[in-house]
């Protein structure tokens, strides 16, 4: 088994945030759900990774959260993968919009 990278590391804690940003309205439509995992496929999450993130998709366990330090230190990255998620239902809810603000403000200016 390959060992996991700093790419990694990064990609698992942006698909962490996209869960907590598909959650925030307290629903998860298919879309998003094929929006989550297709990425965390396209960018070569590793598979205990994939299988943790399934389990907080199916509304079994608490939502991991994302390392925003992490994060901060790429944040057009970040935007660019909230706004995939957002834009695969169509619909922009008052919750989503309330955490992409917020985002805003922790990622830093400019956002």
């Keep these: 088994m390959a060992s996991s990278t700093p ?3 990064f990609n698992t ?3 962490k945030l996209m869960l907590q940003l598909a959650w925030s309205d307290g629903q998860i439509d298919v879309q998003e759900v094929g929006t989550i995992l297709g990425a ?3 960018w070569g999450v590793p598979e ?16 991991p959260a994302p390392d925003l330090g992490l994060l901060r230190g790429r ?9 995939a998620l957002i834009a695969s239902d169509g619909k922009l809810r008052a919750a989503e919009q309330e955490m992409l603000e917020e985002l805003r403000v ?3 200016p400019g956002r």
Excluded: Q
Excluded at 48 to 63: Q, R, S, T
């Design 7 to 9: 790419e990694d590391h």
């Design 106 to 108: 922790i990622l830093g």
């Design 40 to 42: 965390a496929r396209s």
């Design 13 to 15: 804690e942006v698909l």
């Design 48 to 63: 205990p990774e994939v299988a943790a993130l399934k389990k907080a998709l199916e509304g079994g366990v608490a939502l």
């Design 75 to 83: 944040p057009d990255e970040v935007f660019e993968a909230a706004r």
